[in-house]
Every structure is written in structure tokens, then in C-alpha cells.
Nanobody, 121 residues
Framework: VQLQASGGGLVQTGGSLRLSCAAS????????VGWFRQAPGKEREFVAC????????GYTDSVKGRFTIFRDNAKNIVYLQMNSLKTDDTAVYYC???????????????WGQGTLVTVSS
């Protein structure tokens, strides 16, 4: 199983980016996908997750109302739409796949390589 995260880049405060998590060797709809991020000098933290049901989603408080996680089953891709970006959102973003939706990194067996998001003021 391989996960490929992409879509990161440099954006100004208030801008938007859409991250993609593509998988090979696994149907993402067969389980859950989580997005995590790690800012320089900080621990990796949970951002959002989606379960087998598209209605089963979760977000960390700091991104609620700004980020949306959703899945395109035909393309086997999970997206993270990020709007109203803030400088605090600057981090390497990782996608991960697991059995069920969880905020805990330990519950995800497969991880992508990360994509860098930089939000400038």
C-alpha cells in the first residue's frame, strides 16, 4: 500500500489549497483516511479524518469551518480542502489510511510522505 500526498505549496493568509491523498494497493473507501500535520519544532497533530461513510468526518477545533475532508471513490483519492488559511497552518501535511476514523496517529497503518504547506502573512 502506498499513499501519495500532494497539493501543498505557498499561499498567502486567507488563501486556499486543496491537498490530495492518492492510494495504490488499497481502496481508500474500505477504511478511514486521516490528515495530520507537523509544524517546525512541533509534534505531529491530527487535522481531519473521514470514515467509510462520507458523513463520518472529524476535525481538530482549529480547522473547523475552514477545512473540509472528502473522498472521490472513483479516483480513489481523499482531499483536504483548506480555506481561509492562516500562518499557523504552515506545516508538512501527511495523509494516512487505517481501519476506522480516529484522531490518533497510532490507529493508521499506512502513511504518505507529506506535502509542505506554507502560509505567508
Amino acid at each position: 500500500v502506498q499513499l501519495q500526498a500532494s497539493g501543498g505549496g505557498l499561499v498567502q493568509t486567507g488563501g486556499s489549497l486543496r491537498l490530495s491523498c492518492a492510494a495504490s494497493g488499497r481502496r481508500l473507501s474500505s477504511g478511514a483516511v486521516g490528515w495530520f500535520r507537523q509544524a517546525p519544532g512541533k509534534e505531529r497533530e491530527f487535522v481531519a479524518c473521514i470514515g467509510q461513510s462520507a458523513y463520518n468526518t472529524g476535525y481538530t477545533d482549529s480547522v473547523k469551518g475552514r477545512f473540509t475532508i472528502f473522498r472521490d471513490n472513483a479516483k480513489n483519492i481523499v482531499y483536504l480542502q483548506m480555506n481561509s488559511l492562516k500562518t499557523d497552518d504552515t506545516a508538512v501535511y501527511y495523509c494516512a489510511a487505517g481501519a476506522s476514523a480516529s484522531m490518533a496517529a497510532r490507529d493508521y497503518a499506512y502513511w504518505g510522505q507529506g506535502t509542505l504547506v506554507t502560509v505567508s502573512s
